[in-house]
């Protein structure tokens, strides 16, 4: 994963093995390293922020003689893409969804809804499932709502999952209204005290405006817990674009990055994570339903900087 941003980061070393080095020089090697970073697919707002904070780094850099040149200027890279993610609090979903569903006992019970948004394709479905057999194997009932009533196939993808996983799937047919298969799924699992609904949701582009009032009337019926938006890794700058409009639209609070196992390039991490200031929580990596792993930002800067 991600060989192209740590091939990016790792072409501004040159910058560190020339004791003196000229303006131009540095500039040179910054420019290779901006191209390198446009073809790993980082956006270009993120490309100019990392270089600013680097410039802004070296510029007033004070390296003690005996300190390693290398290690200083790889001290510094990490610095910048943390910089990337810092405004963006990790969240520990398991321990949010716990943290509802053992409230005091004599409070009401109420389920801990999650509604999944994002683009037809990029693995959305398959996340919901993920996120259930995860929550499923640390002790939590999980019950699923196929809010996606448009897509040919959804719903039967979608009951299969939950047939396979053992858990309960709420339905209607193809063109009933998705907030009002949310609002089932929710009250489902009011009354029977299951503590989890996972919410697929459609993901048609053709018609954006729909798609976002869609969102908008599912957040307003069911009021989600949480709301994860789903990017396909792999959709370079697309994935970006679909970032901003649903956070427009919907506010989410954390975004899944699928196909990692496939993505060579990695920047759809950095630029998500910067441009919407909200964390990425999980990489799904594979088609099985254990290939869901939590993002780790330290992880991340140590994989690309190797
Ligand atoms: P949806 O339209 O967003 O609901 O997308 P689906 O869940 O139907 O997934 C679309 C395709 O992507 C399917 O063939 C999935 O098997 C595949 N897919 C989903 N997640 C991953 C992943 O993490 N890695 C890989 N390699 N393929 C995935």
Not at 9 to 34: M, N, P, R, V, Y
Not at 103 to 115: A, G, N, T
Not at 209 to 228: A, C, G, H, Y
């Amino acid at each position: 994963m991600f060989e192209k941003l740590r091939s990016a980061f790792g072409s501004l070393t040159k910058l560190a093995t020339h004791t003196t080095i000229s303006q131009k020089e540095a500039d040179e090697i910054l420019w290779d390293f901006e191209l390198a970073l446009i073809e790993s697919d980082v956006a270009q707002e993120v490309i100019q922020s990392i270089v600013n904070e680097i410039k802004a780094r070296l510029a007033d850099a004070k390296i003690p003689r005996s300190e390693d040149r290398v290690n200083y200027l790889k001290n510094q890279l990490k610095e910048a893409i943390r910089s990337c993610f810092t405004k963006t609090q990790s969240i520990d979903l398991p321990a949010l969804v716990r943290s509802k569903t053992t409230k005091d006992v004599r409070d009401e019970f109420s389920p801990f809804v999650i509604l999944f948004l994002g683009i037809n394709g990029v693995g959305k479905t398959t996340t919901v499932a993920k996120l259930a057999y995860l929550l499923k194997n640390k002790g939590d009932t999980v019950v699923l709502a196929c809010g996606d009533t448009h897509r040919a196939g959804a719903i039967e993808q979608l009951t299969e999952h939950a047939n396979r996983l053992k858990i309960k799937a709420i339905a209607q047919g193809y063109g009933s209204d998705p907030a009002a298969v949310a609002k089932d799924a929710q009250l489902y699992a009011q009354s029977h005290k299951v503590e989890v609904v996972l919410i697929d949701s459609a993901g048609r582009i053709q018609t954006s405006k729909n798609l976002m009032e869609e969102m908008e009337k599912i957040v307003r019926v069911v009021r989600p817990d949480f709301k994860i938006f789903v990017a396909d890794s792999l959709s370079g700058n697309d994935a970006l674009s679909q970032a901003k409009e649903f956070k427009s639209f919907t506010d989410f609070d954390a975004s899944i990055l699928t196909k990692a196992d496939a993505d060579t390039k990695g920047g759809a991490a950095l630029s998500i994570a910067f441009v919407t200031q909200r964390p990425i929580i999980y990489l799904a990596v594979g088609q099985d339903y254990s290939d869901l792993i939590p993002f780790d930002v330290e992880k991340f800067v140590e994989q690309t900087l190797g």
